[in-house]
């Protein structure tokens, strides 16, 4: 730490200052025990939790209620405000800003999570239904990158909850109830990708391992494994290289391009509808057999429950 001094405060002894530095590195909002490196400008509430490593730069903020888990970073001029929690090894760049004070209820974040430059996470919401003084709830799974300039909102009514779980790229925006990745069966962590400038409508499920593309409007549910684009987007295949990049084997990935040409390429996607198609996939004992397969036709099914939107447009292919 460099300790200015101006002209009206002049001592007689370096001594002076040297025993003013000690003092200064003993006050809570910049110890450096246990790891922990505070920055003398931040301001960290003493009642705020703080793990062991974490890293607060100049000009941050750390509320009361706010939980920093081990090792988490906080750049310069980022803030975590009301009752937040980050998990482990979380990065807070520049600018961002997670949580609210003034807004009941909580924002979890968790572990392994980059909230990128000028980001704004746990805020409130834009729904017209929000009723001031309720519990509003986001829930933020595991190994994310939000980039910069995104948004993420709370839910809008007590019972709803915002769940998070892919990578959200630059100038997004997640609004109030929306249940996007949903939790796989299988162990594979779920991945989903969006590029810039996409659209996605409420009550709309974004299914594990799949792709939106730039510019995609979605107002409809997105199946596990597909790839959609367009201004009302289109299921356009399978999202392939997502699945490689994701270790999916070979022999899955083959699987599951079988299932999606019997859905969605053969001629009986023009002359059979959905509920047949699906039927005839789950036949095939060997094709059906194989777990991924199921996760993609059951992904699909529930698609087509009560209160859900639909799968998104598809166009009607003909031969193989």
Same mark, same amino acid.
């Given at each position: 730490?460099? +300790?200015?001094?101006? %002209?009206?405060?002049? =001592? !007689?002894? !370096?001594?002076?200052?040297?025993?003013?530095?000690?003092?200064?590195?003993?006050? %809570?909002?910049?110890?450096?025990? /246990?790891?922990?490196?505070?920055? !003398?400008?931040?301001?960290?509430? !003493?009642?705020?939790?703080?793990?062991?490593?974490?890293? /607060?730069?100049?000009?941050?903020? #750390?509320?009361s209620s706010a939980k920093l888990g081990n090792g988490c970073k906080l750049y310069p001029s980022s803030h975590v405000f009301g009752n937040t929690?980050?998990?482990?090894?979380? #990065? #807070?760049?520049?600018?961002? #800003?997670?949580?609210?004070?003034? +807004?009941?209820?909580?924002?979890?974040?968790?572990?392994?999570?980059?909230?990128?430059?000028?980001?704004?996470?746990?805020?409130?919401?834009?729904?017209?239904?929000?009723?001031?003084?309720?519990?509003? =709830?986001?829930?933020?799974?595991?190994?994310?990158?939000?980039r910069e300039f995104c948004s993420i909102h709370r839910s809008s009514k007590p019972t709803d909850k915002t769940v998070w779980r892919w990578l959200l790229t630059d100038m997004s925006k997640i609004s109030s109830l929306y249940e996007v990745c949903s939790y796989s069966l299988f162990v594979k962590q779920d991945y989903t990708h969006t590029a810039g400038a996409t659209v996605v409508h409420q009550f709309c499920h974004i299914g594990s391992f799949s792709f939106i593309g730039g510019?995609?409007?979605?107002?409809?549910? /997105? %199946?596990?494994?597909?790839?959609v684009t367009g201004e009302r987007a289109e299921i356009r295949g399978l999202n392939l290289e997502g699945l490689r990049r994701s270790e999916f084997t070979i022999s899955e990935i083959r699987s599951l391009r079988r299932a999606?040409?019997?859905?969605?390429?053969?001629?009986?996607a023009v002359s059979l509808g959905m509920e047949e198609r699906l039927a005839?996939?789950?036949?095939?004992?060997?094709?059906?057999?194989?777990?991924?397969?199921?996760?993609?036709?059951?992904?699909?099914?529930?698609?087509?429950?009560?209160?859900?939107?639909?799968?998104?447009?598809?166009?009607?292919?003909?031969?193989?």
């Open positions: 730490m460099i +300790l200015r001094l101006t %002209p009206r405060r002049r =001592f !007689p002894s !370096p001594f002076i200052a040297l025993s003013l530095r000690r003092l200064s590195s003993s006050l %809570p909002n910049i110890t450096e025990d /246990v790891g922990r490196s505070i920055h !003398p400008t931040a301001i960290v509430h !003493p009642d705020a939790v703080i793990g062991k490593g974490v890293s /607060v730069g100049p000009f941050c903020t #750390v509320g929690e980050l998990g482990d090894s979380c #990065v #807070v760049m520049i600018g961002a #800003v997670v949580g609210d004070d003034d +807004l009941p209820g909580y924002t979890v974040v968790g572990c392994n999570n980059v909230i990128g430059h000028h980001a704004v996470v746990g805020v409130k919401c834009q729904d017209m239904k929000y009723k001031a003084g309720d519990d509003f =709830f986001l829930h933020i799974g595991d190994n994310n990158e939000i510019g995609s409007v979605v107002s409809q549910d /997105v %199946p596990k494994y597909m790839m999606y040409r019997k859905i969605f390429i053969s001629g009986d005839k996939t789950e036949q095939d004992k060997d094709l059906y057999g194989v777990p991924v397969v199921r996760e993609m036709v059951q992904s699909i099914r529930d698609s087509f429950s009560e209160n859900r939107r639909g799968i998104s447009k598809f166009r009607h292919w003909s031969g193989s």
